[in-house]
């Protein structure tokens, strides 16, 4: 299932400052530090020594990837203050090849999810996706940054579309928290 919920916002209102996975609640945080043990096996596994997240918030998900050998790092967010600074559809274009992208909360934010995987897949090596994959009854999400609600198998279709194959996918379910997500965490090649 891929359910577009609405349309675009205003980006520079929404993103006027760094995203802070810490004011969120333990969910959001339980889902950080999935997303870390996840960057940290597939860098590992996959020996990446660059990596970029352009999506990164406060960058604790790529920073996490530092000592299994993620030195060359590229961070980048639509708010001000990181090296490069814009809408991920634009900013994906600007950095080099990289071993490992890290792309955690963000996809759901798009107009273009699927042309933002693939522009992705142009430019890295493996991949951490992360994302919602339903909320409380699967009713509409009460995230009004959120365009787009799917399941697993619909993220899974696109990550396909894309070129992406997944090699270990983790949940983490903060509805047990009464906050409103089953989360995704995807390891891609």
Not at 10 to 34: C, F, K
Not at 99 to 109: A, G, N, P, S
Request: negative net charge; aromatic residues 8%.
């Amino acid at each position: 299932m891929i359910r577009r919920l609405r349309g675009l916002p205003d980006m520079e209102a929404t993103y006027r400052s760094p995203h802070d996975h810490r004011i969120y609640g333990h969910g959001h945080h339980l889902r950080v530090e999935q997303s870390k043990l996840v960057a940290c096996w597939l860098a590992e596994k996959s020996g990446a020594v660059s990596g970029a997240d352009l999506s990164c918030g406060n960058g604790a998900v790529l920073s996490a990837t530092e000592p299994v050998g993620v030195t060359a790092t590229h961070f980048g967010d639509y708010a001000p203050g990181w090296p490069y600074q814009g809408p991920i559809e634009q900013t994906v274009g600007e950095i080099p090849l990289v071993d490992l992208f890290v792309c955690c909360e963000t996809l759901e934010h798009l107009d273009g999810p699927v042309d933002v995987l693939g522009a992705i897949r142009e430019k890295a090596g493996n991949l951490v996706l992360g994302t919602p994959v339903g909320t409380l009854g699967d009713s509409e999400d009460g995230n009004g940054e959120h365009l787009w609600q799917w399941d697993r198998e619909g993220v899974e279709s696109m990550l396909s579309d894309t070129g992406w194959s997944p090699v270990v996918y983790m949940s983490v379910d903060s509805r047990l928290l009464n906050e409103p997500y089953l989360y995704g965490i995807w390891g891609c090649v």
